[in-house]
């Protein structure tokens, strides 16, 4: 892969993931209630998913999800139940005190709540593989980027491995930015107004992934 190509790909990809979708949105809320070093969790688990979603498209099942409605809708409308169920937990769940540090807790600095390790993991992959649209953008994108010339395998892998750090980045400057709000919500308000502003954004995350339609002109390329 030649340094103009790779270079290209990194211009597209960041000006894809610096637009606020449900992961970012996701990462926001949990920096948000937890803080952003927990946070780092969520997006291990956004970019876990991604990388699933990437061998699923090489090996050309994204396909199914670009042609089929049925498929396409499925997925998405569970992404988008998943957000509402958990964006409602948040804003209707009194807030927790941490009272241990073992190892299923997270040490978190005062003002944010405890959480678990696992379910910060499970959310920022479930809502990410949530979005159906993600294997069909891998299907579609990357091979605008592929040399047939040269051996296809390293190239995913050089695609693959650029994108998670482009998105893995962006998810947690989304994150702390969203930190640093914290201590004038805290002031305002108190932790059930973190809880309820959490709550909102991945319910506005629900929103904008039920408005994804599925990508037409993907399907025209298959």
Avoid at 166 to 192: C, E, H, I, Q, S
């Amino acid at each position: 892969m030649s340094i103009e190509t790779w270079l290209s790909f990194c211009a597209l990809v960041s000006l894809m993931v610096a637009t606020p979708g449900p992961s970012v949105l996701i990462g926001m809320s949990h920096s948000l209630r937890y803080g952003p070093r927990p946070t780092m969790i969520t997006a291990l688990g956004d970019v876990t998913a991604n990388m699933i979603q990437m061998v699923i498209a090489a090996v050309g099942l994204g396909a199914l999800l670009a042609t089929s409605v049925t498929a396409f809708g499925v997925v998405k409308w569970c992404g988008v139940a998943f957000l509402i169920v958990i964006g409602l937990t948040a804003i209707l769940r009194k807030p927790k005190v941490s009272r241990n540090d073992n190892d299923t807790e997270i040490k978190i600095r005062t003002g944010f709540e405890p959480v678990r390790k696992r379910r910060l993991f499970s959310e920022g992959f479930l809502v990410a593989a949530g979005n159906p649209k993600a294997i069909a953008f891998f299907g579609a994108l990357f091979p605008q980027f592929i040399d047939p010339s040269v051996d296809l395998w390293s190239q995913l892998v050089i695609l693959g491995i650029t994108f998670v750090i482009f998105d893995y980045t962006f998810v947690m400057m989304y994150a702390f930015g969203a930190a640093r709000l914290m201590p004038w919500l805290l002031k305002r308000g108190g932790k059930n107004t973190i809880g309820r502003i959490s709550g909102g954004v991945l319910i506005v995350a629900a929103l904008l992934l039920s408005l994804i339609d599925m990508p037409e002109s993907v399907a025209r390329t298959r």
